[in-house]
């Protein structure tokens, strides 16, 4: 049976100056599609490198990795660019919103080096806007927004290409408790309606026990939930 997310064995090694830090040390993992896998983890556990890997922002020093049946060893450059725009959508813990573009240009971006035109695009990210409860606000810019508000946006702008994944960095990490948990009722609404596959980074057990599975990262490798290293 092929994974949806398929990483096997993933190395990975820093080096800084004379010193190497092995921050991920044969992890693996597998997540099938319509899936919400939590990747929980202390601060420095390799949890951010991890995602990064499945989401072909950085390359692992050694292992595999399958997205959707593909073998990402055979992408490079342009294809792996395009891939990666079509069907990954990232949300931050910072949000990297734009703070010179208004909060509807924020949510048109990623959709701007796709097929959709001008004016499909505009209609779309409004009608996500409307979805995570900004429609009022999608002139604004971003330092006239909350946090909560941002990381709605952020999510916004991660839907625009209609992602077949969802890879999420501790995107409640800057928010109150009741904010945070306003954003995990969006992304069970997402995960609900579109049967939307979801990696999210998180070191707080609460916002794990939202997702479908936990997979525990410690010491480079990952472990099941409940499994004691």
């Not at 991890?50 to 292992?63: A, M």
Request: charged letters at 25%; a neutral charge; hydrophobic letters at 40%.
């Amino acid at each position: 049976m092929k994974h949806f997310i398929n990483a096997v064995d993933i190395h990975k090694t820093f080096h800084i100056g004379k010193n190497s830090i092995a921050v991920l040390r044969g992890a693996s993992i597998d997540v099938e599609k319509g899936e919400w896998v939590a990747l929980l983890g202390a601060s420095g556990s390799g949890k951010t490198t991890l995602l990064d890997i499945i989401g072909t922002i950085s390359k692992p020093d050694s292992g595999v990795l399958n997205l959707a049946g593909e073998n990402m060893a055979d992408y490079s450059g342009e294809r792996l660019v395009t891939f990666r725009r079509q069907k990954i959508g990232f949300v931050f813990q910072s949000f990297h919103l734009l703070p010179e573009l208004s909060i509807l240009e924020n949510t048109m971006m990623p959709g701007m080096f796709s097929s959709m035109d001008k004016k499909t695009l505009t209609n779309r990210a409004k009608m996500l806007l409307e979805r995570v409860g900004l429609q009022d606000r999608i002139k604004h810019r971003p330092n006239e927004l909350s946090g909560g508000e941002q990381q709605r946006a952020a999510l916004a702008r991660s839907l625009i290409n209609s992602p077949d994944i969802l890879l999420a960095d501790e995107p409640t990490g800057n928010l109150d408790s009741k904010t945070g948990q306003s954003i995990l009722s969006l992304f069970h609404s997402i995960h609900s309606d579109e049967k939307m596959t979801i990696v999210m980074v998180t070191h707080d057990d609460v916002v794990a026990n939202a997702a479908d599975r936990k997979v525990i990262l410690k010491d480079g490798l990952t472990y099941m939930d409940g499994f004691s290293a």
